[in-house]
């Protein structure tokens, strides 16, 4: 223990007690509806099936959106809940009601079969996923159910979605074992054998072969002799499947990008960069960014924060596209979204916004550019204390940029939320980037009133755009997810509007997902940036206010909503690793069948099935506290870093390896040694680690032993040298871009990438 920290902490001067986090609130099911789902259950005990099945209708009619607890089969952690729509629980209801009462069931399929039929047929010939998701979401309990899930499977694989077809599949089967009512069809008497048989080809396309091989040898042990049409022939279904697979290992690698298009690679949070790079000893350019300080933030007062240094903040991700390097910065009171060539570092474009209302004697632009380049950034002027820093990313979709602009305040304290004007409010910003970076028809977008906030960058496909929206109402923090319509067109400024007419664009929909308390308790200015994940036209929102949820991008029904157990801000306790509070950039990161977690107001990180919300494993408390950043996965193992580099196991959340090997943990205890310093990144078989001296590189497997795992370093790239410190970084486009904070250092190779290490050739990195 450093004798440094003897007697009160600073930070205990800063806070008096410690901040105890409420759980979160959901919209749940509201009295009188659950009192006809009692209802239900004394209408079956009396066989009054009619009555049974008109109450549990009833509430779906009436109260589809609220959400409902689901009884879990097996133990959870304590502070975890599943919740689903109580459109979803009733038809589970109905669901269960095959072994319960069957009566009821064939009365209910009496009254829904013949609409439900008609969906399917609809759908079916005319390939219509949303007639085939009303049969599933509306009447899945109907004699169509199983047919739909299967049609929305085969949808789901020819799009190159294998995690959502497998959930499809899986739910065709019978639920063996369970005494909980579960998503699964009842009664479905399509061949189990054909769908275990898809359940393996999807493996394989997937590329999982390990999982592919167990499915197949389940399928050989229950069914040796099923026959059937599978990949395209006819034949055993197992050897069929063996064959593919045993061809599959021969197959191309997916191909991949050399752009690096948005935070962690892909709106799936889980990029892994093209190739490796073998860096030149000088940078092939530099360009200065605007140094960030956080000597007024809370959450860092008094303590060492996570993988950065407070008087030089890691706040920017770039992203990489097509020749060009896109930044967002704040500086001299203006909001710039620049473009750089990636190969000489020149300007191609920028796009400047003014951050305040105009100000008397403002030096005109001319003066400004005379000053040379953006040094200092004054996003947290103004602000006495505040809760979180400023972040900086972007998203490209196609030809189109959008990033948040303006204000990087999301929450005003109590006592001036009524005081900000439109420019002390943060903006959605979408450019053209054919047009030099001209603003897209509709843009920016602003927020309708000071209640409402745009948090982080949006995530966008073709033809929608998709933001989490923060709302103050009665002290509480609302988290909503918003989609707007693409293209917009200008809606046109009314005659006479002033300065602050709001432009609030073409809302599709907007869905309130959870509400709680923050660390900040309204009493001082709050700075979040939470980002959405996009994936197979599901989204998904970490909140980092209790609750991680799914939302269909379509229509913004809510999938299901988990609730986590939240962390006391300040606890007081020395022995506590308190890390998690310093995580703002932690969007779900979507792998396989998971959805991985790592909420600032939790000290754990967890792993939710992506289909259905289930909890499937979670680290201990306090266990990789540190972690900041999820970098992505590989193999078995998620790959994740802090003040530490970990590797965590996929399947059960255990850590398998801690890199450098860990010292006690906690505010009272020195940092390790090498201490990482900023955001790393998955790029060919490797991953590379930013320290302070040097780039780490290891490779993403670890190497398994007799007892347990351990780290395979592959080189070091020392930064001094160089005349670099770590920062974040993406590789793309055969360059290695470093931000620090203060001066962006890009890379590219003298030499071809050096051939992968044997392991006999491994060297353990020892920088610093």
Same mark, same amino acid.
């Not at 042990?221 to 021969?250: C, M, W, Y």
């Not at 939302?551 to 998690?580: C, L, M, Q, T």
């Given at each position: 223990?450093?004798?440094?920290?003897?007697?009160?902490?600073?930070?205990?001067?800063?806070?008096?007690?410690?901040?105890?986090?409420?759980?979160?609130?959901?919209?749940?099911?509201?009295?009188?509806?659950?009192?006809?789902?009692?209802?239900?259950?004394?209408?079956?005990?009396?066989?009054?099936?009619?009555?049974?099945?008109?109450?549990?209708?009833?509430?779906?009619?009436?109260?589809?959106?609220?959400?409902?607890?689901?009884?879990?089969?097996?133990?959870? $952690?304590?502070?975890?809940?599943?919740?689903?729509?109580?459109?979803?629980?009733?038809?589970?209801?109905?669901?269960?009601?095959?072994?319960?009462?069957?009566?009821?069931?064939?009365?209910?399929?009496?009254?829904?079969?013949?609409?439900?039929?008609?969906?399917?047929?609809?759908?079916?010939?005319?390939?219509?996923?949303?007639?085939?998701?009303?049969?599933?979401?509306?009447?899945?309990?109907?004699?169509?159910?199983?047919?739909?899930?299967?049609?929305?499977?085969?949808?789901?694989?020819?799009?190159?979605?294998?995690?959502?077809?497998?959930?499809?599949?899986?739910?065709?089967?019978?639920?063996?074992?369970?005494?909980?009512?579960?998503?699964?069809?009842?009664?479905?008497?399509?061949?189990?054998?054909?769908?275990?048989?898809?359940?393996?080809?999807?493996?394989?396309?997937?590329?999982?072969?390990?999982?592919?091989?167990?499915?197949?040898?389940?399928?050989?042990?229950?069914?040796?002799?099923?026959?059937?049409?599978?990949?395209?022939?006819?034949?055993?279904?197992?050897?069929?499947?063996?064959?593919?697979?045993?061809?599959?290992? /021969?197959?191309?690698?997916?191909?991949?990008?050399?752009?690096?298009?948005?935070?962690?690679?892909?709106?799936?949070?889980?990029?892994?960069?093209?190739?490796?790079?073998?860096?030149?000893?000088?940078?092939?350019?530099?360009?200065?960014?605007?140094?960030?300080?956080?000597?007024?933030?809370?959450?860092?007062?008094?303590?060492?924060?996570?993988?950065?240094?407070?008087?030089?903040?890691?706040?920017?991700?770039?992203?990489?596209?097509?020749?060009?390097?896109?930044?967002?910065?704040?500086?001299?009171?203006?909001?710039?979204?620049?473009?750089?060539?990636?190969?000489?570092?020149?300007?191609?474009?920028?796009?400047?916004?003014?951050?305040? $209302?105009?100000?008397?004697?403002?030096?005109?632009?001319?003066?400004?550019?005379?000053?040379?380049?953006?040094?200092?950034?004054?996003?947290?002027?103004?602000?006495?204390?505040?809760?979180?820093?400023?972040?900086?990313?972007?998203?490209?979709?196609?030809?189109?940029?959008?990033?948040?602009?303006?204000?990087?305040?999301?929450?005003?304290?109590?006592?001036?939320?009524?005081?900000?004007?439109?420019?002390?409010?943060?903006?959605?910003?979408?450019?053209?980037?054919?047009?030099?970076?001209?603003?897209?028809?509709?843009?920016?977008?602003?927020?309708?009133?000071?209640?409402?906030?745009?948090?982080?960058?949006?995530?966008?496909?073709?033809?929608?755009?998709?933001?989490?929206?923060?709302?103050?109402?009665?002290?509480?923090?609302?988290?909503?997810?918003?989609?707007?319509?693409?293209?917009?067109?200008?809606?046109?400024?009314?005659?006479?509007?002033?300065?602050?007419?709001?432009?609030?664009?073409?809302?599709?929909?907007?869905?309130?997902?959870?509400?709680?308390?923050?660390?900040?308790?309204?009493?001082?200015?709050?700075?979040?940036?939470?980002?959405?994940?996009?994936? /197979?036209?599901?989204?998904?929102?970490?909140?980092?206010?209790?609750?991680?949820?799914?939302?269909?991008?379509?229509?913004?029904?809510?999938?299901?909503?988990?609730?986590? $157990?939240?962390?006391?801000?300040?606890?007081?306790?020395?022995?506590?690793?308190?890390?998690?509070?310093?995580?703002?950039?932690? $969007?779900?990161?979507?792998?396989?069948?998971?959805?991985?977690?790592?909420? /600032?107001?939790?000290?754990?990180?967890?792993?939710?099935?992506?289909?259905?919300?289930?909890?499937?494993?979670?680290?201990?408390?306090?266990?990789?506290?540190?972690?900041?950043?999820?970098?992505?996965?590989?193999?078995?193992?998620?790959?994740?870093?802090?003040?530490?580099?970990?590797?965590?196991?996929?399947?059960?959340?255990?850590?398998?390896?801690?890199?450098?090997?860990?010292? &006690?943990?906690?505010?009272?205890?020195?940092?390790?040694?090498?201490?990482?310093?900023?955001?790393?990144?998955?790029?060919?078989?490797?991953?590379?680690?930013?320290?302070?001296?040097?780039?780490?590189?290891?490779?993403?497997?670890?190497?398994?032993?007799?007892?347990?795992?351990?780290?395979?370093?592959?080189?070091?790239?020392?930064?001094?040298?160089?005349?670099?410190?770590?920062?974040?970084?993406?590789?793309?486009?055969?360059?290695?871009?470093?931000?620090?904070?203060?001066?962006?250092?890009?890379?590219?190779?003298?030499?071809?990438?050096? &051939?992968?290490?044997?392991?006999?050739?491994?060297?353990?990195?020892?920088?610093?």
């Amino acid at each position: 223990m450093l004798g440094g920290f003897a007697g009160t902490p600073a930070w205990a001067q800063v806070f008096e007690r410690p901040s105890m986090l409420s759980p979160a609130d959901v919209d749940l099911l509201d009295s009188a509806a659950a009192t006809h789902l009692e209802s239900a259950k004394k209408f079956l005990a009396e066989k009054q099936w009619e009555e049974a099945v008109d109450a549990i209708r009833r509430v779906m009619e009436a109260d589809a959106g609220r959400m409902v607890k689901v009884p879990e089969d097996r133990r959870v $952690p304590d502070g975890f809940e599943r919740l689903i729509p109580a459109r979803e629980f009733c038809q589970w209801r109905l669901s269960a009601l095959a072994a319960e009462a069957p009566e009821a069931l064939a009365h209910y399929r009496k009254l829904v079969d013949p609409l439900a039929e008609k969906w399917l047929a609809e759908g079916t010939a005319k390939r219509d996923e949303r007639l085939l998701k009303q049969v599933t979401q509306q009447a899945m309990a109907s004699s169509s159910g199983d047919e739909a899930l299967l049609r929305l499977a085969d949808i789901s694989q020819e799009r190159g979605e294998f995690a959502m077809s497998r959930y499809f599949l899986e739910r065709i089967l019978p639920d063996a074992g369970t005494k909980t009512l579960t998503a699964a069809y009842p009664d479905s008497d399509l061949p189990a054998a054909e769908i275990r048989a898809r359940l393996v080809l999807v493996s394989i396309l997937e590329g999982s072969s390990e999982r592919a091989a167990e499915e197949l040898a389940q399928l050989k042990e229950q069914f040796p002799d099923a026959t059937g049409r599978i990949a395209g022939k006819a034949g055993n279904l197992v050897d069929t499947l063996a064959a593919l697979l045993a061809q599959s290992s /021969s197959w191309p690698a997916p191909k991949s990008t050399d752009d690096w298009p948005t935070f962690n690679g892909n709106q799936a949070r889980s990029g892994i960069a093209k190739g490796d790079v073998d860096i030149a000893g000088q940078p092939l350019w530099t360009f200065a960014l605007p140094r960030l300080h956080s000597d007024r933030e809370w959450i860092g007062a008094g303590r060492l924060r996570i993988a950065e240094d407070m008087k030089s903040l890691l706040s920017y991700h770039l992203a990489v596209h097509s020749g060009q390097v896109l930044l967002r910065l704040d500086a001299r009171g203006n909001s710039y979204i620049t473009s750089l060539r990636s190969t000489t570092g020149e300007v191609v474009w920028q796009v400047e916004e003014s951050r305040h $209302p105009p100000l008397k004697a403002e030096p005109d632009k001319e003066e400004q550019q005379a000053k040379g380049p953006l040094e200092v950034s004054d996003a947290h002027d103004g602000l006495k204390r505040h809760l979180g820093v400023a972040r900086y990313t972007v998203t490209i979709q196609g030809h189109k940029l959008f990033t948040r602009i303006v204000s990087p305040v999301t929450s005003y304290s109590v006592h001036r939320r009524d005081e900000p004007t439109l420019k002390e409010q943060g903006w959605i910003m979408g450019l053209d980037l054919r047009t030099q970076g001209k603003p897209l028809d509709g843009f920016p977008l602003q927020p309708e009133s000071t209640s409402w906030s745009f948090e982080g960058t949006p995530v966008a496909d073709d033809s929608h755009l998709y933001v989490a929206m923060r709302r103050i109402e009665q002290g509480r923090c609302q988290m909503h997810v918003a989609c707007f319509d693409l293209p917009t067109t200008p809606l046109g400024v009314p005659a006479g509007a002033d300065e602050n007419y709001r432009n609030i664009g073409r809302m599709k929909w907007r869905t309130k997902l959870c509400s709680g308390t923050t660390p900040g308790a309204g009493d001082i200015d709050e700075i979040s940036h939470v980002l959405l994940s996009l994936d /197979s036209g599901m989204l998904y929102c970490n909140t980092n206010l209790g609750a991680v949820a799914a939302v269909s991008a379509d229509d913004g029904r809510i999938a299901w909503v988990v609730k986590y $157990p939240r962390a006391a801000f300040r606890s007081g306790d020395p022995d506590r690793n308190e890390g998690h509070f310093f995580r703002d950039l932690n $969007p779900c990161l979507i792998a396989g069948d998971h959805v991985v977690v790592a909420p /600032s107001d939790c000290d754990r990180i967890f792993a939710l099935r992506r289909g259905s919300g289930r909890l499937a494993w979670t680290t201990a408390p306090g266990s990789a506290a540190d972690v900041q950043h999820l970098l992505g996965c590989s193999g078995s193992s998620l790959i994740c870093s802090g003040d530490y580099l970990y590797w965590l196991d996929m399947q059960t959340g255990a850590v398998q390896v801690q890199y450098p090997a860990a010292v &006690a943990e906690g505010p009272m205890f020195a940092a390790p040694s090498p201490r990482g310093l900023g955001r790393g990144i998955l790029a060919g078989d490797h991953v590379y680690w930013p320290t302070r001296e040097n780039i780490l590189v290891f490779h993403q497997t670890p190497r398994k032993t007799g007892v347990g795992y351990v780290s395979r370093g592959v080189k070091e790239i020392p930064l001094f040298p160089r005349g670099a410190v770590g920062g974040n970084l993406v590789i793309a486009e055969g360059k290695l871009f470093l931000a620090t904070g203060d001066k962006l250092f890009v890379f590219g190779e003298m030499n071809p990438p050096k &051939a992968a290490v044997d392991e006999k050739d491994e060297v353990e990195p020892n920088g610093k």
